[in-house]
Every structure is written in structure tokens, then in C-alpha cells.
């Protein structure tokens, strides 16, 4: 990654002394604007396979969104960057007829034999993305092979606990696509894949808003009319205008894509049920809860796989730190947690418990102090 920043900061530095030599809106127009944003989208496409390595990260629902954003900032700042660059050195016809833009850029600016150093630094940007890609894929084919979404042989791990059935399967697919030829094609399928899952995710945030109003939130998006949130509405209508651009070829393979995998997932369901994976409850839901039992906490584990031999606490710590957790939601009068949320807050107990041992322990000490202390004399 810091080979492609510098990389991209070369070319932005090449352009510098280039500005204004070229006129950066000639033949511009909204059409052309519109039919390149929805081919570049590829280029954002790694942001959200992010969100996938979320339980491997520390404070998943403080630190994701935070770095997510501020990495789709510094990039677009770097995209824009060198898209002004590379008008300014070659011109809007010159690049664009281009196979190497970016290699042609540098060996305009600096000479041909710096094409070399751009082709390295293209290369480790490639196989980067392309590792990145491998990596995400197989993190969702682990996920949804453990919530039974796909048959569990895709979920299974070697020594080095990686699952290499989903990797396998992620790397020949890749290949797949590879030997279509037109990369350009690939890109505009990707994009159409990444729509629909766009389009899926913005349409539940706003459900959302409506089925479960009081769900504990730890990051919620600014800006609403009513219960409807600004952010989701206007990416649907940003996607709505962007995936009438593509190919009709890449809509049409990327529905087919889209049609098979669902069919498989109806076929896989009706063979082999998934069963359900939150902790068994007698109440709904939706139910606001305050406390768990102890079983309740034994299943939230299990689903979690703590291995309690191989951790400096036990189920029945466990179970406190969940109690605990839910005592706290009880804070704010717009929180319910409910029993859809408690999966959710064994994982919060849990990252607790293994940042600091004895954390729930201190914890009913000082209140137990902190009661004492409130009682009359």
C-alpha cells in the first residue's frame, strides 16, 4: 500500500508543473461523466471488502467506519489527483487512447525508462488488490458456510487456520473471469455485483430505521427526514443513475451471476436447512432485554467458539461481563437491547474480557463499592 500512495504521489507530483497547459473540461459532458463513474467504481470496489475483516479488528464499530471513511477520502483526493495530472502532461485525447496512461504519463514527464517504475508499482498494486480480493471473498464464503448460508465444507480451515476450500474456490473463479480477456468487461460485471449489494445494504438501513427504532446502534448515519436517513436514499438514487451506464454484456452476465448464486443458495437451503444462530429465548425478537440467563450465555458462546481451556476466564465470568453489557444499554432511553442484539453484546463482553481479565471483576467491585457508600448510615 505504501508503494502505490507513492506511487500515485509521483504522478500527482509530475503534473504539478504541467497545470493549465491543457484545458481539463474539453469535451466534457455529463453523459461521458456518468459512463466513467460507473466504470471507475471498480476502483472503490476494496473499501468494503474491509468490513469483512471487521472481527479480526479491535472496537470493529468505532474503528471500521472511522478508517473507512477517511481511507475513501484520502482516495478520492489521490484518484482526482492524478486524473488532473495525467490531462495536464499527455492531453484528454493522448490519454485516453492509451493502454498505459499512467506509464505514458511518467515517460512523457521524465522519460521512457521511467514506464519501468511505473510498471513495478502497477504490478504490486495488482497483486495487492487482487490478494485483498482473494482474502474478502473467502472471509464471506467462511461467514456464511458458519451462519449455514452455504454448505459447511466451505468453512472449513487447515493448520494455519485458514479456510482454503473458500480460498480455492475465490482463486478459481478469479482465474475464471481472467480468461474472459476483456478486462474491461470483468470491471463492469464487479460494479454491477457491487450495486446490487449496495442496493441491498442502503434499502435494510432504511428499513431498518422503521422494523427496529430502538436497535443499539453503535454508529449511526447523520441526517434524516422522519425516520428516513438522508446517506442511504441518495446513494440509491446515485446507483440508479450510474448502472444504466454499463454494458448491457456486463448487466446481463452480472444478472446471470446474480440469478445463479441465488438459485444455488434455494437449492443449498432446501438440502441442507441452516439452522438458526441467535441464542433461544420464550419472548420475541424484539424483545427489550436487561439480562440473559445463563444458558442463554453458554449458547452465545458456543456460537462465538470461545475456547474457555484456552482463556483467562470462565463461562460464568462470561456471563456477567453479557449482563453487564446489557445493564448498560438500559443508559440511554432510546436503547432496547433485545434479543437480536445479544449475539452482538457477547462479542462487546468478550473483546472486554480478553483486552482486560479481570475487567468485570473490578467492575462489580466498584459498584458494589459505589452502593455502599449510597446506603444511610
Not at 463482553?349 to 475487567?359: F, K, Q, S, T, V
Amino acid at each position: 500500500s505504501t508503494v502505490q500512495v507513492a506511487g500515485l504521489l509521483a504522478i500527482v507530483a509530475i503534473g504539478i508543473p504541467h497545470l493549465g497547459d491543457e484545458n481539463l473540461l474539453v469535451g466534457a459532458s455529463t453523459a461521458g461523466v456518468v459512463t466513467a463513474a460507473a466504470l471507475v467504481f471498480f476502483a472503490f470496489v476494496g473499501f468494503d471488502e474491509v468490513i469483512t475483516l471487521a472481527e479480526e479488528t479491535t472496537n470493529p464499530s468505532r474503528t471500521v467506519p472511522r478508517a473507512l471513511l477517511a481511507a475513501l477520502g484520502i482516495s478520492t483526493v489521490l484518484y482526482v489527483g492524478v486524473a488532473i495530472a495525467g490531462i495536464s502532461v499527455l492531453g484528454p485525447a493522448a490519454l485516453a487512447s492509451s493502454e498505459q496512461p499512467l506509464a505514458d504519463v511518467m515517460g512523457s514527464a521524465i522519460g521512457s525508462r521511467s514506464a519501468d517504475v511505473v510498471a513495478v508499482v502497477a504490478m504490486m498494486a495488482t497483486t495487492n488488490t487482487t490478494l485483498l480480493a482473494v482474502t474478502a471473498s473467502s472471509r464471506l464464503q467462511y461467514g456464511m458456510a458458519d451462519t449455514g448460508a452455504l454448505p459447511a465444507s466451505f468453512g472449513r480451515i487447515n493448520q494455519r487456520r485458514a479456510p482454503w476450500v473458500a480460498v480455492l474456490l475465490a482463486v478459481t473463479v478469479a482465474a475464471g473471469f481472467v480468461s474472459i480477456g476483456d478486462l474491461s468487461l470483468v470491471a463492469s460485471v464487479t460494479d454491477f455485483s457491487v450495486y446490487l449489494v449496495f442496493v441491498a445494504v442502503n434499502v435494510t438501513v432504511i428499513l431498518l430505521r422503521f422494523w427496529q427504532p430502538k436497535r443499539r446502534r453503535p454508529f449511526a448515519i447523520k441526517g434524516a427526514v422522519g425516520k428516513v436517513p438522508i446517506a442511504p436514499v441518495l446513494a440509491l438514487v446515485t446507483i440508479a443513475i450510474l448502472v444504466p451506464s454499463l454494458e448491457p454484456t456486463a448487466i446481463m452476465l452480472g444478472a446471470a451471476v446474480t440469478v445463479s448464486g441465488a438459485a444455488l443458495y434455494f437449492m443449498q437451503q432446501r438440502r441442507w436447512p441452516a439452522s438458526t444462530r441467535v441464542a433461544p429465548t420464550q419472548e420475541g425478537p424484539m424483545t427489550p432485554r436487561t439480562s440473559i440467563a445463563a444458558s442463554e450465555a453458554a449458547e452465545v458462546a458456543d456460537i462465538l467458539r470461545i475456547d474457555f481451556a484456552a482463556v483467562d476466564f470462565d463461562l460464568d465470568q462470561f456471563h456477567r461481563g453479557m449482563r453487564v453489557e446489557l445493564q448498560h444499554g438500559t443508559g440511554d432511553p432510546d436503547t432496547n437491547i433485545t434479543n437480536d442484539d445479544l449475539v452482538t453484546t457477547g462479542k462487546i463482553a468478550l473483546a472486554h474480557l480478553n483486552e482486560i481479565p479481570d475487567y468485570y471483576t473490578r467492575l462489580a467491585a466498584m459498584e458494589a463499592a459505589a452502593c455502599n457508600r449510597d446506603q444511610p448510615g
